[in-house]
């Protein structure tokens, strides 16, 4: 019998249901949408004043302008940039951080479990936003501080997920196999256990996303996020006043894009966990 | 001091109360823009803590509800002072039978105001252990009070008991004070809240926790302050004879203002204020009939007034009426000029100035009803003079490029991004979004720093800063108030928080202080800020004009540029509010 590999069958799962390829095509074009943002061939005018103050949704601006006549619709576009190399960023360092400290903590037990684990609950009981703020005081504002912020206290709960699988896998017959073989503990962990858990961290990549875009969105609403460029917290910031004039469309264009992303990668986080671990599906 | 940011806008949610109306009793319903910081008189150096301790509290002196231009009158005091010979000596008879309001401190005995407690309560401001937030307003006035200060600095506790000088008591009704030079202002800072009258059994009695527990001898008692959202104030039962004033100006007849002349006041029962942060709520809750008395939000001007100066129809038929009034104010870019790049650049702050659009900025956030300020003095004040017009508030790209080529920065090559410090609401956010549009087109890159107010004050005080946002409110009618912010003595982290240094200017203003009002004076005035606009040591922005709203059954409400003492003149008609209150 043939048999597939993991991935090439969880490919297979993840195409059969529609609702995640819809929220991958979505999550791809918000990529692209962001790349070529950041390469400045999309939006790169989102600065200039293309048209009066605050005008509604036209042929011509299909999301209206805002306060100082800039277009709605290039400042949506480049907070979707902002928005996805917070994902990116924060996910870049919070993973290997919790992935590593996961390992390490499950692998060996003992004081460096005790330690690690001391830590990451320690790290979670603080509130996050609380911890955000006072991250963000610390470093003085903008992205960089945004990513630093996002990224230091994103890791805790794939840590302890990690942690527990990886003290799961390690009294299974393969690793002890390894062992007997004469593999050493870095072997043993990351050649033979942590390629079996990488579908944790993929599940777990696509929701840590969406809470860093989330949080991005906070804390620019509140002042502390990105600085002179459009973010969709400031967006949202702006409506907030704007509201009470009628000018809707800032709030809806930028509630609109997060909405989308948000979404897409929750629904893109569920199906890869129904592919990928499907002992789980329907849990 | 009464610093505040340029606009106060912040993020809260009206918590829905929805109670039958009572109109039985006396209630004026206010609101209060932002957090109280405590009532410890001392550290009343924000308007809006200011205006709920002066409701409780007294001084000896406060201005005229009614008369313009602004006019003190006596309020503890008997009378205006007799002032010596030498113009230096103040002597004050305060007026007898007047008591504190009741208070455990007490132990069940009506106390008296004495002259010992406006001895104590002066001393408190210069104790360095409080570290009083109100001391610049008599730091090195009288005589011997600064030994006093400096003497107790390092020691681990101050004595009251000390003798001073320029600050005695005469017998239990009368007071002396002697300054040590000529300090016309003196009457204006006995009246700011800062020298408010407090007992000291009650500091005593109360230790830290004094700011809760306010023990005035004012119209109105709150039993205990604490952090909620409703301050609640009732009136004082023992409260002295004390009645409304029965002149004012021509005007003030015709608009009402003199029907309770003569009566005594409080004229109210309660007085109730909400705190509410946020800009919508507040406007929703008026518009609702539920607080009397609010300023119009910027994003609300087109739904309330038709030009400039007339309320729609809809607010016209609920009886609502339209205070416009011009503020003495300023609102500016503060340059830190002991940054080396400002410091002796005069050409680069001066282009700075020129490329800023102020038409467009009063257009976008003042509805195009602030004026444009051209120095430090604002109109209303002796000093300003309507002809002068500062070639650098002009808007003219071709001048500031010429300018800031000139400085050493053509097309601001060479300049490193300037970054603005601000407040981390949305309006002072949009205002620097849009300086920083206009420097744009000189070349010069502005980033725009959000703070917590804190942080804000913070990196002003400690000249943490390359520029930074600011409004000034007078807090007396003169211009020393204003020109004071530019005096090098009073540099970060006193008033001057531009750091601005200038020997020919600190030179004019010593001798322009200690003149008593007089159009020499005013020349003066006239002459230093003419001589500093031209100087650029901000980058000068408005004078405001606020519009407020009040309710057809508040009366007596007459726009007070130093409102904390207005309150108690206030009164309800239950008579209009209970014909009114069915077309909200």
């Known amino acids: 019998m043939k048999t597939n590999s993991l991935w090439v069958d969880a490919f297979r799962r993840l195409s059969r249901d529609k609702t995640a390829m819809m929220s991958l095509v979505i999550v791809i074009i918000f990529s692209v949408v962001a790349i070529l943002s950041w390469m400045g061939i999309l939006s790169a005018g989102w600065s200039q004043e293309v048209g009066g103050s605050n005008m509604p949704p036209s042929a011509e601006f299909i999301f209206g302008t805002d306060l100082f006549g800039r277009s709605v619709f290039d400042k949506v576009i480049h907070g979707t940039q902002i928005a996805m190399s917070v994902g990116l960023v924060t996910s870049l360092i919070a993973i290997p951080i919790g992935v590593v400290l996961g390992a390490l903590a499950g692998y060996f037990g003992g004081w460096v479990d005790d330690l690690i684990t001391w830590f990451y609950t320690t790290f979670s009981s603080i509130p996050n936003i609380m911890l955000l703020i006072s991250i963000t005081m610390i470093l003085g504002k903008g992205i960089f501080a945004v990513y630093v912020a996002l990224g230091a206290t994103g890791w805790g709960s794939l840590c302890r997920l990690i942690r527990g699988e990886v003290m799961k896998h390690k009294e299974r017959e393969y690793v002890q196999a390894a062992g007997a073989i004469g593999g050493g503990h870095m072997r043993k962990l990351f050649i033979h256990i942590l390629p079996n858990v990488t579908h944790l961290v993929i599940i777990n990549a696509s929701l840590q996303f969406q809470t860093a875009i989330k949080s991005e969105v906070i804390l620019s609403y509140l002042g502390l996020g990105v600085q002179g460029e459009p973010s969709w917290g400031t967006m949202i910031d702006d409506a907030k006043l704007e509201l009470a004039r009628g000018v809707w469309w800032q709030l809806a264009a930028s509630t609109l894009a997060m909405f989308l992303i948000v979404l897409a990668f929750n629904l893109l986080g569920d199906a890869l966990r129904d592919a990928l671990d499907p002992k789980l599906k329907g849990k | ?584």
């Open chain 2, 1 to 584: 001091m009464k610093l505040f940011g340029l606009i106060l806008l912040i993020a809260s949610f009206l918590v829905g109360c929805s109670k039958e109306q009572n109109f039985d009793e006396r209630v004026i319903y206010l609101i209060s823009p932002e957090k109280i910081a405590g009532f410890d008189p001392i550290n009343a150096s924000d308007m809006y803590s200011s205006n709920e301790m002066g409701k409780v509290y007294e001084g000896l002196f406060e201005f005229h509800p009614l008369k313009r231009p602004y006019e003190l009158m006596p309020n503890l005091a008997e009378a205006m002072p007799t002032v010596g010979d030498d113009g230096l000596t103040y002597t004050v008879k305060i007026k007898k039978g007047v008591f504190f309001q009741e208070s455990p401190a007490f132990k069940g005995v009506k106390r008296e105001l004495k002259a010992e407690d406006f001895v104590y309560s002066i001393k408190r401001l210069a104790d360095p252990k409080l570290m009083s937030k109100g001391w610049w307003t008599l730091d090195d006035k009288l005589v011997g009070l600064n030994e006093w200060r400096a003497k107790y600095a390092q020691a681990e506790a101050t004595n009251y008991a000390d003798e001073i000088e320029g600050l005695k008591k005469v017998d239990d009704y009368t007071i002396q004070f002697k300054l040590k030079a000529p300090f016309p202002q003196f009457l204006y800072a006995l009246a700011m809240p800062y020298s408010f009258v407090v007992a000291k059994e009650v500091v005593d009695f109360y230790g830290k926790e004094f700011l809760n527990f306010p023990v005035g001898t004012g119209a109105f008692v709150l039993p205990k302050f604490e952090q909620t959202n409703r301050l609640v104030y009732t009136k004082n039962p023992n409260f002295r004879e004390k009645f409304y004033p029965s002149e004012g100006e021509d005007s003030d007849i015709a608009n009402g203002l003199l029907a309770d002349a003569g009566k005594k006041i409080p004229l109210v029962d309660k007085i109730v204020v909400d705190i509410i942060v946020e800009a919508q709520p507040k406007w929703l809750g008026f518009k609702r009939a539920k607080n009397d008395l609010l300023e119009v939000p910027k994003d609300n001007f087109q739904e309330v007034i038709v030009g400039t100066r007339e309320l729609t129809d809809d607010f016209k038929s609920k009886g609502i009426r339209l205070h416009a009034e011009a503020q003495l104010d300023v609102t500016f870019i503060s340059l830190n000029n002991q940054n080396d790049l400002f410091k002796d650049n005069k050409k680069l702050r001066q282009a700075i100035s020129l490329a800023y659009n102020r038409a467009q900025a009063n257009k976008l956030f003042y509805n195009d009803t602030a004026i444009e300020a051209q120095g430090v003095i604002p109109p209303g004040i002796a000093g300003y003079r309507k002809e002068f017009k500062n070639p650098y508030t002009k808007y003219d790209l071709v001048l500031a490029k010429k300018l800031l080529k000139e400085a050493g920065y053509p097309e601001g090559k060479g300049l490193p991004d300037l970054v603005v410090e601000t407040r981390n609401d949305t309006s002072s956010r949009q205002i620097l979004e849009q300086f920083a549009d206009n420097m744009k087109d000189i070349g010069i890159k502005v980033i725009v720093g959000q703070n917590t107010w804190p942080e804000l004050v913070n990196k002003v005080t400690t000249k943490r800063n390359m520029m930074y946002t600011m409004a000034w409110g007078a807090d007396y009618p003169d211009a020393e108030n204003f020109l004071g912010l530019l005096y090098c003595p009073n540099q970060s982290p006193g008033s001057n928080g531009a750091n601005y240094c200038n020997p020919e200017f600190d030179k004019l203003y010593k001798q322009a202080v200690v003149l008593q009002d007089s159009p020499e004076r005013t020349a003066l005035y006239e002459k230093i800020n003419e001589m500093v606009a031209l100087e650029v040591p901000w980058v000068f922005s408005f004078n405001r004009t606020k519009y407020y709203v009040t309710q057809a059954w508040l009366k007596n409400y007459k726009f007070m540029e130093f409102n904390h003492t207005q309150f108690q003149y206030l009164n309800v008609d239950l008579e209009v509010k209970k014909q009114l209150s069915k077309k909200f």
